[in-house]
């Protein structure tokens, strides 16, 4: 396999120049999403307030906010529990077991207590090296999940906190095999998982360490808590940039049956978490995505979006869709084919999102529909002939910016056929009339006076178009008509020179000198 990144090329949309970056928004969404599992509560890391075995002895405050006097306390509080741990590890007489028990209950107890736990107390008084000792093996599981809990809160911290579990790695990982209960190694996986949340950096350690194959088979059983945390982790830990984690996870024996089998058949909570693995898996290894698309993934991504109302759930299944026809041009020109019933679901479900309240599924979708409107001609009449343009047009003229953007890219795409050997596309006439017809040129001449270099490129490509393109020389007129002229003389200076360029050379093409001589 030569290159397992992302192809660098995709879609041929308006012009040449901004063809080649579907792939490669594909792999910056996948390493800058973390911010949109935040907006979806979704978070990198988290803090363990009850256990996986669904402990309930820790108060769950309905007010996380502490006082100055509360924090003092409790860090206190904490510095002496660390202190009456490292006494009951020393112990060795009657009871010297339940007395370390007691001791790690108390000290995860402080750790649970508010949304803002006293890590760096616990830190300073020296608790990593203690609760690495009372993660050794033939340990009582009581004791070695309290530890592992305590080492997760820890972890769910700043990110100096995070790396104060460097030590306890290997224990954790090792405590994810056959020898651990479910719910020791269910901790130890949820450890692990605010770990590999906190960066590059210690992802590529866990990973070195040999965390990936036993996170994997926690994949595999139909244990719903195990594999939610499992997925959740590995998420986290294949999610890049580099792309050979991704690759690895797929090739894991049963994996691959275990991800369709929790998609098609599990409950909204654990769908999200593995919907989350495959949206990393699709956006960073051409392996993993060639892999996926020979399944009936796309199946299962639709009726998904199709029956849920989750917004946890659609957006990673929707930006698994995405990725996946984004992928490369097989999926889209031999499995999205018109007229099949998968592709008409697709449709249906992109609809739907557009459709949604929410913000990002309209952006999510209207990614998606871009990347489908690349390519033939029958899929941009697919997509021209259905319910999704109306609702285009409205969201370009109504829509805040970065939704406005991914729906000129849709609507633009629409109007071109694949390029020509003069680099210009050729056009899809009967489109490019009607959208215009329609109203979208406005929308297209705002984005040219934004000042997002991406966006002013895609309208002066559009108006590019509709000068050349529209019967009857009408185009100018049109762009007249709707300040277009004075918004790219805008770039009459400006500094970025192919923006400078592109709008020079138009108002000198058709707005020069002999400009409305006629009449």
Same mark, same amino acid.
């Given at each position: 396999?030569?290159?397992?990144?992302?192809?660098s090329?995709?879609?041929? &949309?308006? =012009?040449s120049s901004?063809?080649n970056?579907?792939?490669?928004?594909?792999r910056?969404?996948?390493? /800058?999403?973390?911010?949109?599992?935040r907006?979806?509560?979704?978070?990198?890391? #988290?803090?363990?307030?009850?256990g996986?075995?669904a402990?309930?002895?820790?108060?769950v405050?309905?007010?996380? *906010?502490?006082?100055d006097?509360?924090?003092?306390l409790?860090e206190?509080?904490?510095s002496?529990?660390?202190?009456?741990l490292? +006494?009951t590890?020393?112990?060795?007489?009657?009871?010297a077991?339940?007395?370390? %028990?007691?001791?790690l209950?108390?000290?995860?107890?402080?750790?649970?207590?508010?949304?803002?736990?006293?890590?760096?107390a616990a @830190?300073?008084?020296?608790?990593?090296?203690?609760?690495v000792q009372?993660? +050794?093996?033939?340990?009582q599981?009581?004791?070695?999940?309290?530890a592992?809990?305590?080492l997760t809160?820890i972890?769910?911290?700043?990110?100096?906190?995070t790396?104060?579990l460097?030590?306890?790695?290997?224990?954790?990982?090792?405590h994810?095999?056959?020898k651990?209960?479910?719910?020791?190694?269910?901790q130890?996986?949820?450890?692990?998982?605010?770990?590999?949340?906190e960066?590059?950096?210690? $992802?590529n350690?866990?990973?070195?360490?040999?965390?990936l194959p &036993?996170?994997a #088979? *926690?994949?595999?059983?139909?244990?719903?808590?195990?594999?939610?945390t499992?997925?959740?982790?590995?998420?986290?830990?294949i999610?890049? &940039?580099? &792309?050979?984690?991704?690759t690895?996870?797929?090739r894991?024996?049963?994996?691959?049956?275990?991800i @369709?089998?929790?998609?098609?058949?599990?409950d909204?909570?654990l769908?999200?978490?593995v919907?989350?693995?495959? %949206?990393?898996?699709s956006a960073?290894?051409?392996?993993?995505?060639g892999?996926?698309? =020979?399944?009936?993934?796309?199946?299962?991504?639709?009726e $998904?979006?199709a029956?849920s109302?989750s917004?946890?759930? @659609?957006?990673?299944?929707?930006r698994?869709?995405?990725?996946l026809?984004?992928?490369?041009?097989?999926?889209?020109?031999?499995?999205l084919?018109?007229?099949?019933?998968? /592709?008409?679901? %697709?449709?249906?479900?992109?609809?739907?999102?557009?459709?949604?309240?929410h $913000?990002?599924l309209?952006?999510?979708?209207?990614?998606?529909? +871009?990347?489908?409107?690349?390519?033939?001609v029958e899929h941009k009449?697919l997509?021209?002939?259905s319910?999704a343009?109306?609702l285009?047009?409205?969201?370009l +003229?109504?829509?805040?910016f970065?939704i406005?953007?991914?729906?000129?890219?849709?609507?633009?795409?629409l109007?071109?056929?694949p390029?020509g050997?003069?680099?210009?596309?050729?056009?899809?006439?009967?489109?490019?009339?009607?959208?215009?017809?329609?109203?979208?040129?406005s929308?297209?001449?705002?984005?040219?006076?934004?000042?997002?270099?991406?966006?002013?490129?895609? !309208?002066?490509?559009?108006?590019?178009?509709v000068?050349?393109?529209?019967?009857?020389?009408? !185009?100018?007129?049109?762009?007249?008509r709707?300040?277009?002229?004075?918004?790219?003389?805008?770039?009459?200076f400006?500094?970025?020179?192919d923006? $400078?360029n *592109?709008?020079?050379?138009l108002?000198?093409?058709?707005?020069?000198?002999?400009?409305?001589?006629d009449?």
């Amino acid at each position: 396999m030569a290159d397992d990144s992302p192809a660098s090329h995709r879609r041929d &949309p308006i =012009k040449s120049s901004v063809g080649n970056v579907a792939a490669q928004r594909r792999r910056q969404n996948a390493v /800058t999403v973390g911010k949109e599992r935040r907006e979806s509560l979704v978070r990198a890391k #988290r803090l363990c307030r009850v256990g996986p075995s669904a402990d309930g002895d820790v108060p769950v405050e309905g007010n996380d *906010m502490i006082t100055d006097e509360e924090e003092f306390l409790l860090e206190a509080q904490t510095s002496s529990a660390v202190e009456d741990l490292k +006494s009951t590890v020393a112990y060795q007489g009657k009871g010297a077991m339940q007395k370390r %028990v007691n001791a790690l209950r108390e000290l995860r107890r402080l750790l649970s207590k508010s949304e803002f736990p006293p890590i760096e107390a616990a @830190l300073k008084a020296g608790a990593i090296p203690l609760l690495v000792q009372c993660l +050794s093996f033939g340990s009582q599981d009581e004791q070695l999940l309290e530890a592992a809990w305590c080492l997760t809160n820890i972890a769910a911290g700043k990110p100096e906190e995070t790396k104060a579990l460097l030590p306890a790695l290997p224990l954790l990982i090792a405590h994810l095999g056959e020898k651990s209960s479910l719910p020791v190694a269910e901790q130890c996986a949820w450890a692990l998982g605010n770990v590999a949340g906190e960066g590059e950096e210690l $992802r590529n350690v866990l990973l070195s360490q040999g965390a990936l194959p &036993p996170l994997a #088979r *926690m994949m595999l059983p139909n244990k719903g808590s195990t594999v939610r945390t499992a997925a959740w982790a590995l998420s986290n830990l294949i999610k890049g &940039p580099d &792309p050979k984690a991704a690759t690895e996870l797929i090739r894991v024996d049963g994996v691959l049956d275990a991800i @369709l089998r929790h998609l098609r058949k599990s409950d909204e909570e654990l769908a999200t978490e593995v919907a989350w693995v495959v %949206v990393y898996l699709s956006a960073l290894s051409n392996f993993a995505t060639g892999v996926l698309v =020979k399944t009936d993934v796309l199946h299962l991504l639709v009726e $998904r979006l199709a029956t849920s109302n989750s917004l946890q759930l @659609l957006i990673p299944v929707l930006r698994s869709l995405g990725n996946l026809v984004a992928g490369d041009s097989h999926t889209t020109s031999t499995i999205l084919v018109p007229g099949l019933e998968i /592709t008409d679901g %697709v449709i249906k479900v992109l609809v739907k999102c557009l459709k949604s309240e929410h $913000r990002v599924l309209k952006k999510e979708a209207s990614w998606v529909l +871009s990347n489908i409107a690349a390519g033939s001609v029958e899929h941009k009449q697919l997509i021209y002939s259905s319910e999704a343009v109306p609702l285009l047009l409205h969201l370009l +003229s109504t829509a805040p910016f970065d939704i406005r953007k991914e729906v000129a890219y849709v609507l633009g795409n629409l109007c071109v056929a694949p390029t020509g050997g003069d680099g210009k596309p050729n056009l899809i006439q009967e489109h490019l009339v009607s959208l215009v017809q329609r109203g979208c040129l406005s929308g297209f001449i705002d984005l040219v006076r934004s000042a997002d270099v991406e966006a002013a490129r895609l !309208g002066l490509q559009f108006m590019e178009l509709v000068l050349r393109g529209m019967p009857s020389g009408e !185009g100018p007129k049109l762009v007249e008509r709707e300040d277009g002229i004075d918004a790219m003389e805008r770039y009459q200076f400006h500094e970025n020179e192919d923006l $400078r360029n *592109m709008a020079n050379g138009l108002v000198d093409k058709y707005f020069g000198e002999d400009y409305g001589v006629d009449e």
